[in-house]
């Protein structure tokens, strides 16, 4: 069975802590995630986010939380692992060296081999299908192209909003999904 990423965006989980933890305690029961992340780049107070979930339990044996780019606060307390945005990619191996799990976002092949090379647990690769603000799809068809070069588990993102899509990025063997709007009730 494919693995399910749920990317938070404040747009639709609020910046606020305990709107934010209601909202995702919502979600998590009703999909089960197998990781979330927790990417809020407007706030002044990620860290207050951050503990917030950790105190109501979004991690547990089921659900790895990870936190977006603050690997130094993700090991500090104690989070699952780290996503990097595609400019981090030299990063990995610091994160790496803190006991976290890294994800790394990549849009090309070169940029999924240059993150296997720095140690990565797993990429995002997108955008699959239609996103808004992220450029022309790269389809299925390159998915799989990609997906069958590389060594690294790798998740599609990028405009997957539906059961339909998830089957799809499942059919081309990728090891999860990812997605903001997937999860959005």
Do not use: W
């Amino acid at each position: 069975m494919i693995k399910s990423y749920l990317i938070t965006d404040p747009s639709f989980y609020t910046s606020h802590p305990y709107t934010l933890v209601q909202k995702l305690l919502h979600v998590k029961e009703k999909y089960q995630p197998n990781y979330i992340c927790l990417r809020d780049k407007h706030t002044l107070d990620y860290a207050t986010l951050a503990h917030a979930l950790l105190d109501a339990g979004i991690q547990d044996v089921q659900t790895k939380l990870y936190l977006h780019t603050d690997f130094n606060l993700a090991h500090e307390l104690g989070c699952d692992g780290v996503h990097l945005p595609s400019h981090a990619l030299s990063k990995i191996a610091t994160a790496k060296a803190l006991g976290l799990e890294v994800i790394a976002s990549t849009h090309s092949l070169h940029e999924i081999e240059e993150a296997e090379k720095q140690g990565v647990d797993a990429v995002t690769f997108s955008p699959i299908f239609a996103t808004p603000n992220k450029g022309k799809p790269l389809g299925l068809e390159k998915l799989k192209e990609i997906n069958d070069k590389i060594r690294v588990k790798c998740f599609a993102l990028g405009g997957i909003i539906n059961e339909e899509q998830v089957k799809a990025c499942e059919g081309v063997g990728v090891y999860g999904f990812a997605s903001i709007r997937f999860f959005i009730d």
